[in-house]
Structure formats: structure tokens, C-alpha cells
């Protein structure tokens, strides 16, 4: 497991646009956290890194928002509004799964069971003794498709740090990451 600690929406974007630069098609990002704590920044982010140039918004109404960059689709769903993970069938969920289109669902909790095991999940937690938009995204790599995404986060990360000098991640008095 990854742990990264950020200090303002920046940041949490800039976590999620290194993360979405390792992602293909096919990958699963798996959002959890409570009201405010940043999983629509974390998305928009995911969503930039995979060349995704259109405003990202929450599909919180609309259960799911569909974008195309020139190499993949981008599903963005936030099922917090669901109120049984079999509704998400109705929608066409499991075509979603197993398409050529990379997935991120925001509240993934609420769905777990019908999730497959193979996934990134993402916890965001606020972290108050550090600050109001202190922030712990805890990273989790699920299964045999994503044993090497850890090691390329770290080595995207400190490529990150000597472009853009301390402070974002690592060292420099706000964010840090620990691996686990």
C-alpha cells in the first residue's frame, strides 16, 4: 500500500494526475471517502493524466459521465446515490467492466460486492491535526494486473519532486509518502 499525504486540492489533483498516467485500458480505480475529502478532485486529476483535455464533472445525478482522449475511454461513475449494487446492472455496469475504457468510481464502497478483486482502491481521509485541507490517500494495488503500478507511482513521484522541488511530495514540510 501507498500512503500520500496532500495539502490542498493541487496536490490531491496532481496525485491523480500521476496516477492516471499509469493507467490503460481495462484498469479499475476504486475511490472511497467521506463528503468533502476530495474524490472528484482525485478524478479530475485521473482523468488529466489520461489525456482526458474535457471538464471532468461529478456524475452524481447521472451515475456515470463518459469522456475519449485519443487513446482510451474514461468512465467516471459516482454511485452515491445508489441504494443496492444490483441497480448498477440497470445501467449497463458489468458492459462498463469488461470494456476497452478505463473505470474510477467514486463511493466504490457502496458497490464492493460487485466489484472485481483485481483493482486499485483508493481511500481519502481528512486529516485535520495536520490542517483543514490536509489530506491521507491511502493506495492500494489488488491483484496480479497491478503488482508494478506501485514502483512506477514512486518513480513518477520523485520525477515530480526534482521537476517542481520539495513540498508536493516527499520532503519539503507538506506532503509525504510512505510505501507499506
Not at 475511490?31 to 482523468?47: H, P
Not at 449494487?85 to 475504457?101: A, N, V
Not at 483485481?118 to 491511502?138: C, H, M, P, Q, Y
Amino acid at each position: 500500500m501507498k500512503e500520500i499525504r496532500t495539502f490542498s486540492q493541487e496536490e490531491t489533483f496532481n496525485i491523480g494526475r500521476i496516477l492516471g498516467q499509469l493507467l490503460k485500458e481495462g484498469d479499475i480505480i476504486c475511490i472511497t471517502g467521506e463528503l468533502g475529502t476530495g474524490k472528484t478532485v482525485l478524478s479530475k486529476g485521473i482523468a488529466k493524466g489520461a489525456g482526458i483535455d474535457e471538464h471532468i464533472t461529478s456524475p452524481t445525478f447521472t451515475i456515470v459521465n463518459e469522456y475519449k482522449s485519443k487513446e482510451i475511454f474514461f468512465y467516471h461513475f459516482d454511485v452515491y446515490r445508489i441504494s443496492d449494487p444490483e441497480e448498477m446492472y440497470e445501467i449497463g455496469f458489468e458492459e462498463y467492466l469488461y470494456s476497452d475504457g478505463m473505470l474510477v468510481v467514486e463511493w466504490a464502497d457502496l458497490i464492493e460486492d460487485i466489484l472485481p478483486h483485481e483493482n486499485i482502491w483508493v481511500t481519502i481521509e481528512k486529516d485535520f491535526d495536520l490542517g483543514l485541507d490536509a489530506r491521507v490517500i491511502s493506495i492500494r494495488f489488488n491483484g496480479q494486473k497491478y503488482l508494478e503500478y506501485e514502483k512506477k507511482l514512486t518513480t513518477e513521484e520523485g520525477r515530480y519532486n526534482e521537476n517542481n522541488g520539495p513540498g508536493f511530495i516527499g520532503n519539503g514540510g507538506h506532503s509525504s509518502c510512505n510505501g507499506g
